[in-house]
């Protein structure tokens, strides 16, 4: 059993020792003690001496919470668009894994951090998320901006384009620049060259 030591209003971090308290089932002293953010706790003796025990316990919280917390924006649609880009290319459990992280698409080095991620796109703008500009290409600054789900959609896997005239975009883009319907669009290519369907 270690030799009594009376610690009775002595302060060891952010605890005052208030009064000895039983001691611990091993025979170890132990003491009950006040905080300095007003929480209570009952500590050995040895942990408060050897300074291993500084407080009740909320220095660690505060150390975790900082941690996590630390740029203010956990809930945010920005942070939230940064961790979901990050489970669907690198947690293989996330449901649209296969479709990113699945076929080779990664997060850069850079963007792992979210505040480096912030630093690089900003706030995210109402109505807009995240688009790589070359769908086959990674999650960084260069290949990455903000678009409307409008945008995106144009921007897919399956998504024919037509070039014409040196200029190449969807046939949904093309369709709204001309005027018309896709359907109609889809027709006249379908059956008539480019430089006929797209002055018809």
């Not at 003690?33 to 050897?50: E, F, I, P």
């Not at 945010?76 to 996330?94: A, E, F, L």
Request: net charge positive.
């Amino acid at each position: 059993m270690e030799k009594f030591i009376d610690l009775t209003g002595q302060r060891f971090g952010r605890l005052v020792v208030i009064e000895r308290a039983a001691n611990s089932n091993a025979g170890s002293a132990r003491w009950n003690c006040m905080c300095d953010c007003g929480g209570k706790a009952t500590v050995v003796g040895g942990g408060l001496r050897s300074g291993h025990t500084k407080s009740c316990g909320c220095i660690k919280n505060e150390k975790t919470a900082e941690r996590n917390f630390k740029h203010g924006m956990v809930g945010t649609s920005t942070y939230v668009i940064w961790d979901s880009m990050k489970q669907r290319c690198i947690n293989p459990n996330d449901t649209t894994y296969k479709n990113y992280g699945g076929r080779g698409i990664s997060v850069c080095d850079r963007w792992l951090k979210f505040e480096n991620f912030y630093a690089d796109m900003g706030e995210r703008p109402k109505g807009m998320s995240i688009e790589r500009i070359d769908n086959n290409g990674n999650y960084c600054p260069e290949n990455c901006c903000y678009a409307t789900q409008k945008e995106q959609m144009r921007n897919t896997r399956r998504t024919v384009t037509v070039k014409y005239q040196g200029k190449e975009q969807c046939m949904a883009a093309w369709a709204e620049e001309l005027g018309i319907n896709q359907g109609t669009l889809w027709y006249r290519l379908k059956h008539y060259p480019p430089q006929i369907a797209f002055n018809m």
